[in-house]
């Protein structure tokens, strides 16, 4: 929950279609009941998604927010790692660990488990399109919930984007300790705590090489000093004949 404290709405700046907006405006409904899902197809790819998903951290605690003024609780999003896992991002604020899960390269096991979680929004990866998930009785639940779909980039910039978001240095900040597990670990005291121990556990999943390409191409982000991700939303549709569609492994 360390977004919780660092981070409040005007930490971001929102277009929609080229006119100001706000994170409700690009995922509309309950700010404490959303779903948030991002399939992840490479290492540490949900970085690309980081602004959007911080933003919708940050409106979920000021939900909380609005109702106490103390709470201990994480919003239930989830990341759907196809194939493997693809690197710890619970810097992002997606925590528990259990919320970051591993599918197979399959689109109804992917829309199943999209279902199983309940997601009302949800992000897929840029790739090209593939069969979409069979199943009727899958499909159905998906369209009867899911309210919003984007398609981001791992990179940060979306072919065809109509949402920007820009972060600021604590957002940024957050995708750097992502990418910098020893760094992480090094702060704590207390080598054998749960969330270190998972931390450490969880380094290997991409290489110090991988993680270091992933940064440096967030340089290519900058404008006047801050990160601007791109997004593009997506029919439902759209976003159902994603999940069939495959992506390179580590692009950067």
């Given at each position: 929950m360390h977004t919780s404290r660092q981070l409040r709405s005007d930490s971001f700046t929102i277009e929609l279609a080229g006119k100001a907006a706000t994170i409700a405006d690009v995922l509309p409904g309950d700010r404490a009941a959303g779903r948030l899902g991002v399939v992840v197809r490479q290492p540490y790819g949900a970085v690309g998604?980081?602004?959007?998903?911080?933003?919708?951290?940050?409106?979920?605690?000021?939900?909380?927010?609005?109702?106490a003024d103390d709470f201990y609780v994480y919003a239930d999003y989830f990341l759907f790692h196809v194939g493997r896992r693809h690197g710890d991002h619970s810097m992002l604020d997606v925590w528990p660990s259990h919320k970051e899960t591993v599918v197979p390269d399959d689109p109804q096991a992917l829309l199943d488990a999209i279902n199983d979680r309940a997601i009302t929004w949800l992000l897929v990866p840029e790739g090209e399109p593939g069969s979409p998930p069979s199943g009727r009785e899958a499909r159905a639940s998906a369209r009867d919930r899911i309210v919003a779909a984007l398609r981001y980039a791992p990179g940060g910039r979306v072919a065809g984007g109509d949402v920007r978001i820009a972060g600021n240095d604590v957002t940024e900040s957050f995708v750097q300790a992502a990418l910098d597990p020893?760094?992480?670990?090094?702060?704590?005291?207390?080598a054998a705590s749960p969330y270190a121990l998972e931390v450490a556990e969880r380094a290997a999943e991409a290489t110090p090489e991988q993680r270091a390409r992933v940064w440096a191409s967030r340089e290519g982000l900058r404008e006047d000093g801050r990160s601007v991700e791109t997004y593009r939303r997506l029919t439902l549709d759209q976003a159902l004949a994603s999940l069939g569609g495959g992506a390179d492994a580590d692009p950067a």
């Open positions: 998604a980081s602004g959007l998903v911080l933003a919708a951290v940050t409106a979920f605690y000021d939900a909380q927010r609005a109702r020893d760094g992480v670990l090094a702060t704590f005291g207390d």
